[in-house]
């Protein structure tokens, strides 16, 4: 049943992150699971880094473009994960360096996105409680989903009457 849902998931996900057990040998299903995605972008992770390797790497190398070795017990191999993803979806410095808003509506939605995103950040660093972080995420998409007319709220008709003659 696990084996559906992950296949069910990954066949509508813009990035696969699999993540493999680095001190066994591959499964049946995680043979499986690689044929399925490879058409995918995916990173393989090998947890367990700071233990012997006995997986067979020579199959991972030949489907993925992308291989991080992590060991989440001790927290290490983080950056090199963050750095694929970076690197398949072509992030940069540059990417987020110049961001426009045509009037003080854009800009305010803009603003509240990212403090709700800082606040999103905040609350990973310190391990509070992950239910506040559904709720500033929640934040966040609500004030892009304005900002690109997807939810309007009574404010958007309002500036829209104010700032605009609409006619008969």
Do not use: W
């Not at 559906?4 to 998931?9: F, M, N, Q, Y």
């Not at 290490?76 to 987020?96: H, P, T, W």
């Amino acid at each position: 049943m696990g084996i559906d849902i992950a296949e069910k998931t990954a066949k509508n996900a813009e990035l696969v992150i699999a993540v493999f057990d680095g001190n066994c040998p591959l499964t049946a299903d995680d043979l499986y699971l690689i044929d399925k995605i490879n058409q995918k972008k995916c990173i393989a992770v090998i947890n367990k880094s700071d233990q012997e390797q006995l997986i067979d790497t020579d199959i991972l190398n030949d489907k993925f473009l992308h291989i991080v070795y992590i060991s989440a017990k001790n927290n290490e191999g983080i950056e090199q994960l963050e750095d694929a993803v970076k690197e398949l979806f072509e992030i940069n410095s540059d990417s987020f360096s110049v961001v426009t808003a045509s009037n003080e509506r854009q800009k305010q939605c803009i603003d509240r996105a990212i403090r709700s995103l800082d606040e999103g950040i905040t609350i990973i660093e310190t391990s509070e409680m992950y239910d506040a972080l559904n709720v500033v995420l929640d934040d966040a998409e609500q004030s892009l989903l304005e900002l690109t007319g997807e939810r309007i709220t009574d404010a958007v008709v309002d500036e829209v009457f104010s700032n605009f003659c609409v006619g008969k």
